[in-house]
């Protein structure tokens, strides 16, 4: 149904050329440091979490950020400021050309990193038990829905979380919060990359604008990337 993506080793990581996308890939296991590397409001934040291992992998996927955008603004990693902008989005001032988002499930973590454009990502852990035939029928579209219900019943579930992740990110990339629902488009995929986007009742955003591609991460994980603009090479990496 998908196709494996390549990823390379952190250790044979080049400078991203202009025009590209990289997407990293990472476990949230927590390290030894990955607190010393975070500012005192992000901790602050990240102690609010409720249960201690939903707060060390929001602890664990921050601290990988902003090791990989030190490689892309030749930062310490610990010395990265952020804002944030509309909805909380983070942004770097001081690099306002790097565009990235940050997504994680279960124990992994995806980053996707580029340059003057609009990116989203989305990864989830593919769950078995998970009542996928309600959620469809409540927030996706019709023909999203009827995408699923075209393949057999015991690929359901998998077609059901390609379809949840194009969504999500979408979403992520327009970055408009809660003021674009998923039933104002539908993302109807034809092969693993392309122009999926049909049918939107987003204002001033024609459905040509948008490549969505997804993304294998693991047999127990799948992801989505969506970027505005013109097509390019995306380059898969490992941490």
């Not at 902003?66 to 310490?76: A, G, N």
């Not at 902008?85 to 990193?113: E, I, R, T, W």
């Not at 955003?205 to 090479?233: H, R, V």
């Amino acid at each position: 149904m998908t196709r494996s993506n390549p990823w390379i080793s952190k250790a044979d990581w080049t400078p991203l050329p202009k025009g590209e996308i990289d997407v990293w890939k990472f476990s949230l296991a927590l390290r030894e440091n990955d607190r010393n590397i975070l500012s005192q409001d992000e901790l602050e934040r990240f102690d609010r979490t409720d249960s201690k291992p939903k707060h060390e992998r929001k602890i664990a996927g921050r601290a990988q950020l902003r090791r990989i955008l030190s490689l892309y603004t030749s930062t310490d990693p610990s010395e990265i400021s952020f804002e944030y902008g509309q909805n909380q989005k983070p942004l770097l001032p001081k690099h306002s050309d790097l565009s990235f988002n940050l997504s994680h499930s279960g124990n992994m973590g995806l980053v996707a990193v580029t340059y003057s454009r609009r990116v989203g990502i989305d990864l989830e852990h593919l769950e078995a038990e998970r009542p996928f035939s309600k959620i469809a029928e409540r927030f996706l579209t019709k023909s999203e829905n009827d995408f699923i219900n075209g393949y057999p019943e015991e690929d359901r579930s998998r077609a059901f979380y390609r379809i949840w992740t194009l969504n999500e990110a979408y979403l992520k990339a327009l970055g408009t919060g809660l003021s674009v629902s998923s039933n104002d488009f539908s993302i109807v995929p034809d092969n693993d990359r392309g122009r999926f986007l049909q049918d939107t009742k987003v204002a001033d955003d024609p459905t040509q604008k948008w490549m969505f591609e997804t993304i294998k991460a693991d047999n127990s994980y799948l992801g989505a990337l969506c970027f505005e603009d013109l097509d390019t090479a995306t380059r898969f990496w490992k941490v």
